[in-house]
């Protein structure tokens, strides 16, 4: 019963798809982010620009493949300039938030940048689902 729930291409079964390749994703971009912070402490929003370059590029990949594998009205190439778009609004939307947090709020770089993400991954879903990744 689950199994068939996942696979096909109602919102709960993408949005599940979509968190299980977004633990991936956020895993690579907090990898990143972290490893970077370690090396050149203070520099969160440079690390985080890389973190979400690294993890945008995995989720390009495993979305358009997984997540929204129905059969989508654009080829690639739209599909890239859409998910670039999101990707930008994304960096903006995620550095500003971890900006107010750590720089204003005086929060831990590592837990700002988790809660950050929370917000930021919601929001990347309903785009891509809506725009970038939109079915025939």
């Given at each position: ?84 778009a999101v990707l930008g609004f994304n960096l ?45």
């Open positions: 019963m689950i199994a068939q729930q996942m696979t096909g291409n109602g919102l709960i079964a993408q949005g599940a798809r979509y968190g299980l390749v977004g633990l991936v994703v956020l895993a690579a971009d907090f990898g990143v982010y972290s490893l970077l912070l370690a090396l050149f402490p203070g520099q969160f929003l440079a690390a985080n620009l890389c973190g979400k370059l690294t993890g945008a590029a995995l989720g390009f990949v495993l979305h358009r493949h997984v997540t929204f594998r129905w059969a989508q009205r654009d080829g690639a190439a739209r599909q890239v300039a859409a998910y670039l903006l939307l995620s550095s500003a938030l971890l900006w107010f947090a750590i720089r204003l709020l005086g929060a831990n770089a590592y837990l700002a940048k988790l809660g950050v993400d929370i917000v930021v991954v919601g929001t990347a879903f309903l785009l891509s689902r809506l725009w970038v990744y939109r079915p025939l």
